[in-house]
């Protein structure tokens, strides 16, 4: 599988920057690991299922890492636009950045208004999921995606490392 399969999906939003390793068969190799490379460009829900689709063989269970502390990993509704609208309006009402009066106590700010908060929104939401494979199909359901939630309000490049094991 070439980097080249991994084109920019410009309706979602999202570039894959980079795709790391190369899967092997499953009768070649077990457990297989990449990382994926998405570029943000700011706050915001980034599917990323097609790709994690292409990597995927076999039987087994998939974990996905995001491997920093300002962005997080879920699986939601792919199907109504809306619902990511509302899943980023809520939780920029529910930690507003800190330049809002009701932030003033934290000290935090080192990169700007929007990095403490950032930091807050990704302790309550996973940084890892695990979804089961059958088959080579990932048993996501109808209407399931997989996402990175950008909490930052600049473009950043996050790495997300996945994990196949039989």
């Given amino acids: 599988m070439s980097a080249a399969k991994f084109l920019e999906l410009s309706n979602f939003g999202l570039k894959l920057m980079r795709y790391h390793g190369d899967p092997q068969t499953p009768s070649q190799h077990w457990p297989m690991q990449t990382t994926f490379e998405i570029a943000t460009n700011g706050q915001g829900l980034y599917e990323f299922t097609p790709h994690v689709r ?25 199907a109504d636009p809306e619902v990511k609208t509302d899943l980023r309006n809520y939780f920029a009402r529910l930690v507003p950045p800190t330049t809002d009066p009701s932030m003033k106590y934290l000290t935090h700010t080192y990169e700007g208004p929007d990095d403490m908060p950032a930091h807050i929104k990704a302790a309550m939401m996973p940084v890892s999921l695990s979804i089961p494979v059958t088959d080579g199909t990932l048993t996501l359901g109808t209407w399931q995606g997989i996402y990175l939630f950008e909490h930052r309000d600049r473009p950043h490049r996050r790495s997300v490392v996945v994990h196949l094991s039989s």
């Fill in 54 to 78: 292409t990597f995927v063989q076999g039987t087994g269970l998939l974990t996905l890492f995001v491997r920093h502390t300002s962005c997080s990993l879920l699986i939601q509704e792919n």
